[in-house]
């Protein structure tokens, strides 16, 4: 199991945040489906099996979403975000904004960022590049990067937060 699967297994956002943000690549999960644990007696526990692995490793998303609880919503919203940031083009700013705005507000309090504030921005630049006479289709690119870089770096600040070194 890579740090990424475990941190996500143990709704440790931040944990996730940080090993995302640095490089963790969710193509590399390594994951069976199979947790081991070792208990006090004879060094042996029963394994716990998580459905949807069938002794298989499940590479990317699919195989983070299948470590998260169903009624772990904030863990939901933060693995479909990173989905968002990972730059394959399967979630777009443009045709996802409700989603962006949906899941940006479940975990607002981590990111220091609302789904308003998400909003706010992304109307804001569009009528701002509409009004210099930009058009749409490029309007709408420089947005989606803009904004995604923006989620990145609050992702990896929520990461960091706590970690800074006093000078």
């Known amino acids: 199991m890579t740090g990424l699967e475990w941190a996500i297994y143990k ?6 945040a ?9 193509k590399n999960n390594a994951f069976d489906g199979i947790l081991q644990t070792h208990a006090s007696y004879k060094g042996y526990e029963s394994p716990i099996v998580i459905s949807g692995f069938d002794g298989n490793e499940v590479p ?3 195989g983070l979403n299948l470590l998260v609880d169903e009624h772990e919503d904030r863990v939901k919203a933060y693995v479909w975000l990173m989905k ?11 045709k996802n904004l409700c989603g ?29 590049m509409r ?18 870089g923006i989620l990145w770096v609050l992702v990896q ?3 960091l937060r706590g970690c800074e070194e006093e000078v």
């Open 11 to 16: 709704n440790d956002l931040k944990m996730a």
């Open 18 to 26: 940080l090993f995302f943000s640095f490089g963790a690549d969710p």
């Open 60 to 62: 990317g998303f699919d």
């Open 84 to 94: 968002a940031l990972y730059h394959d083009g399967t979630i777009s700013i443009h």
């Open 100 to 128: 962006f705005i949906n899941n940006i507000d479940i975990i607002s309090e981590d990111l220091h960022f609302s789904g308003d504030d998400c909003k706010d921005l992304v109307r804001n630049t569009l009528l701002c």
């Open 131 to 148: 009004r210099i006479g930009m058009p749409n289709d490029v309007a709408i690119r420089i947005v989606e990067e803009t904004m995604l």
């Open 157 to 159: 600040r929520h990461g």
